[in-house]
C-alpha cells in the first residue's frame, strides 16, 4: 500500500493496528478498511490516525459510528445511514460494514492512488523507499557489527569496508534503484 498512497508502511501499519483494536473488524474486512482509511485520509485531509479512527468507529459498531461520518460525509446522511442502522440493528453488522466501505469507496475511493500519481505524491512514495532503503542498511550494519568479535578495530575496518564498496558501486546501485522504479 505505501507504493499506492503517499504514506509510509510504518504510518499504515499503525492505522491497521487502530482498526483492529476496534474489535469486529474481521480479516476480511480489514484490507476494505484499510483503502478506505488510505483513501479518506486522502481525500479529506486528515492525517491517517484521525481517519482510522472514524473508519474504525463506524465499523466497529455501525449503528451508533455512522453519525460520526455522516457530520463530515453528506453521502451518510439520509437512506444509507438509514440502512446501515438498521442492518446493524437486525443483527447483519457485515453487510452494514460492506455498506459503510462501498459508500466511503464511492466517495473517496482511489484518493490515495491519484495523490500518489502526483509529482509530489512520487517525491513521497520516493522519500518513504529510501527510508525502508536506510532502514534496511542499517539493520544490516548493525546485525554485522554485533557479529563482529574483534572489537573496534574489526568495526571500523568493516564501516570502512562498506562505505568504500558503496562508493565503488555507486553506479550500479543507482542503476539498480532506477531499475526497481523506485
Known amino acids: 500500500l505505501q507504493q499506492q498512497s503517499r504514506f509510509s508502511d510504518e504510518a499504515i501499519t499503525s492505522a491497521q493496528t487502530l482498526l483492529i483494536r476496534f474489535g469486529n473488524i474481521g480479516k476480511d474486512v480489514l484490507p476494505g478498511a484499510t483503502q478506505a482509511v488510505l483513501d479518506l485520509a486522502q481525500g479529506m485531509g486528515v492525517d491517517l490516525q484521525t481517519a482510522a479512527q472514524s473508519v474504525g468507529i463506524a465499523l466497529s459498531?455501525?449503528?451508533?459510528?455512522?453519525?460520526?461520518?455522516?457530520?463530515?460525509?453528506?453521502?451518510?446522511?439520509?437512506a444509507i445511514g438509514d440502512m446501515v442502522k438498521s442492518l446493524a440493528e437486525s443483527g447483519k453488522t457485515l453487510e452494514a460494514q460492506k455498506l459503510i466501505l462501498d459508500t466511503l469507496s464511492d466517495s473517496f475511493g482511489?484518493?490515495?492512488?491519484?495523490?500518489?500519481?502526483?509529482?509530489s505524491g512520487g517525491i513521497d512514495v520516493l522519500r518513504?523507499?529510501?527510508?525502508?532503503?536506510?532502514?534496511?542498511?542499517?539493520?544490516?550494519?548493525?546485525?554485522?557489527?554485533?557479529?563482529?568479535?574483534?572489537?573496534?578495530?574489526?568495526?571500523?575496518?568493516?564501516?570502512?569496508?562498506?562505505?568504500?564498496?558503496?562508493?565503488?558501486?555507486?553506479?550500479?546501485?543507482?542503476?539498480?534503484v532506477v531499475a526497481l522504479g523506485v
Open 61 to 78: 459498531q455501525p449503528a451508533e459510528g455512522i453519525g460520526r461520518l455522516s457530520r463530515n460525509i453528506p453521502a451518510f446522511k439520509g
Open 128 to 176: 518513504n523507499n529510501i527510508n525502508d532503503l536506510q532502514e534496511t542498511i542499517g539493520k544490516e550494519l548493525v546485525v554485522t557489527l554485533s557479529n563482529l568479535t574483534g572489537g573496534f578495530d574489526n568495526a571500523n575496518s568493516a564501516v570502512t569496508n562498506l562505505n568504500t564498496f558503496l562508493k565503488e558501486h555507486h553506479d550500479i546501485l543507482l542503476g539498480l
Open 110 to 119: 482511489g484518493s490515495a492512488l491519484a495523490s500518489a500519481r502526483t509529482f
